[in-house]
């Protein structure tokens, strides 16, 4: 498992939101890319981007912030928010993105799913983003009738390797993760599976390494870091393990 620094951009600029709450911002940074290139240099193995703008309206908005920091980084990146069609993914993956992160799009469309899947392969990540067990999609502002659990199931059905799944009551709380669900949900399913939502603590980081499912790869950390809980480095010593 490695913990996984997240940078969630808006207007050019770095902030986070409680509970996926637009209205509920703030700002830490104004260039996404020297945040990116520092997260680099305590040694991140991935990162983690969410065009907040993208995810809210359904299409990408601020492409020009993250193309700079795939320019700026070697480290590989992960990008999501707003891509609800081949031809984003395809941008993405050309501007330099290990991987792009399909979200609303791909539970309301498991055509489109397939689609993806068949053309890009492992390079697609599903995010499931849940509240009270119910999937969230248009930036969380709007929940659904489709449980989570189940959505994972048709992924692992339809070809997908990984998915992002989030607990959005925990999400930007620093009250530490769902470590019930995750684990509920990680035993339902045969693929990799990278926890989001709620860390806080170095504590959390090791309650999550020892719930011992060794199909949990990463872990998001978000509002710990910019709030100075601990450091990426830490973060990375506490998922390393134990010999």
């Known amino acids: 498992m490695i913990p996984i620094p997240a940078i969630d951009i808006k207007h050019g600029k770095v902030v986070r939101l409680l509970q996926g709450d637009f209205k509920e911002e703030?700002?830490?940074f104004d260039s996404p890319d020297k945040v990116a290139k520092n997260f680099e240099e305590q040694g991140a193995q991935r990162i983690h981007i969410v065009d907040l703008e993208g995810a809210l309206r359904g299409k990408p908005g601020n492409q020009g912030s993250i193309e700079k920091i795939l320019r700026n980084v070697k480290t590989p990146v992960e990008v999501g928010g707003g891509i609800r069609n081949l031809d984003t993914v395809r941008e993405y993956l050309s501007m330099?993105?290990?991987?792009?992160?399909?979200?609303?799009?791909?539970?309301?469309?498991?055509g489109f799913m397939r689609e993806a899947f068949a053309e890009f392969k492992q390079k697609v990540i599903i995010g499931i983003d849940a509240m009270n067990g119910f999937i969230a999609t248009d930036g969380w502002t709007h929940i659904t009738k489709v449980r989570a659990?189940?959505?994972?199931?048709?992924v692992e059905t339809a070809g997908g390797k990984t998915i992002i799944y989030t607990d959005i009551s925990k999400d930007g709380m620093l009250q530490g993760?769902?470590?019930?669900?995750?684990?509920?949900?990680?035993?339902?399913?045969?693929?990799?599976?990278i926890a989001s939502g709620g860390v806080h603590a170095l504590e959390d980081l090791t309650q999550l390494a020892a719930l011992g499912e060794k199909n949990i790869s990463g872990v998001i950390i978000g509002k710990a870091l910019y709030e100075n809980k601990f450091t990426l480095k830490d973060a990375i010593r506490a998922c390393s393990p134990k010999e």
Not at 96 to 109: E, N, P, Q
Not at 149 to 154: Q, V
Request: hydrophobic letters at 40%; charged letters at 30%; aromatic letters at 8%.
């Open 149 to 154: 659990a189940e959505f994972a199931k048709e």
């Open 26 to 28: 703030k700002i830490y």
């Open 96 to 110: 330099g993105a290990r991987w792009v992160i399909l979200g609303t799009k791909a539970s309301m469309d498991k």
């Open 177 to 193: 993760p769902n470590l019930k669900e995750i684990k509920k949900m990680s035993q339902s399913l045969n693929i990799s599976l």
